[in-house]
Structure formats: structure tokens, C-alpha cells
């Protein structure tokens, strides 16, 4: 089974960027959809953006879209989110997940151990 994991989370101010990376082992990464997923205290765990193997399929949230990106690089068994105008809402721990690109967490196989992210306003 795919192994994920996390980097680059931290700290920053409203309106900064971070990027995630998430690196997986084992064979077969580009057959896999990637997705990212994130958790406030208190709250479920929410969609936040997915894509297929290639560039044809890409999906995010509303509350990401126009500010997240997310990204791939199959050579590097790599997806990135890219994320920019940070908000304070979007402080969370951030999962990356394998198996699919639908919208709720079920759908996906395999999950990595979650990063921090904070942004203070």
C-alpha cells in the first residue's frame, strides 16, 4: 500500500503563502488520484482539492477556489498544494490522500499522517 507523506506546513500571515508537498512510496504513483483534505479543531474533516493522474481532472472546494492549487510530478511521486491569500479559517492540519478525487474521505485509501498549517491574523 501507498505510503504518504507530508511537508512544508508552518506558520504565517493573513494573506501569505505556504506550499504543501506530499510524497508517497512505492510503484505505481501516477496511476494513483491524489487529494487534499484538512481538519480544524473542532470540526470534520474537509474537502479541499483533488486530481487525477494528469491535469484533465482538478477539483477544489469553494472555500479554496481561485487561491489554492494543487499539483503533481509523477517523477518525484509528488503532489503539491500551492496556497496563496491565506485566510485565518484556513488554519487546519492538512492530510494528502491517495485512491480518488471525489469530495469526501471515504473514497480514499490511503492518507498521510496531516501537517500543520497556521495563519494568524
Known amino acids: 500500500q501507498v505510503q504518504l507523506v507530508e511537508s512544508g506546513g508552518g506558520s504565517v500571515q493573513a494573506g501569505g503563502s505556504l506550499r504543501l508537498s506530499c510524497t508517497a512510496s512505492g510503484q505505481f504513483f501516477d496511476h494513483y488520484p491524489m487529494g487534499w483534505f484538512r481538519q480544524a479543531p473542532g470540526k470534520e474533516r474537509e474537502f479541499v482539492a483533488a486530481?487525477?493522474?494528469?491535469?484533465?481532472?482538478?477539483v477544489y472546494s469553494d472555500s479554496v477556489k481561485g487561491r489554492f492549487t494543487i499539483s503533481r510530478d509523477n517523477a518525484k511521486n509528488t503532489v503539491y498544494l500551492q496556497m496563496n491569500s491565506l485566510k485565518a479559517e484556513d488554519t487546519a492540519v492538512y492530510y494528502c490522500a491517495a485512491g480518488s478525487y471525489w469530495d469526501y474521505a471515504a473514497a480514499y485509501g490511503a492518507w498521510g499522517q496531516g501537517i500543520q498549517v497556521t495563519v494568524s491574523s
Open positions: 486530481m487525477v493522474t494528469s491535469a484533465e481532472t482538478i
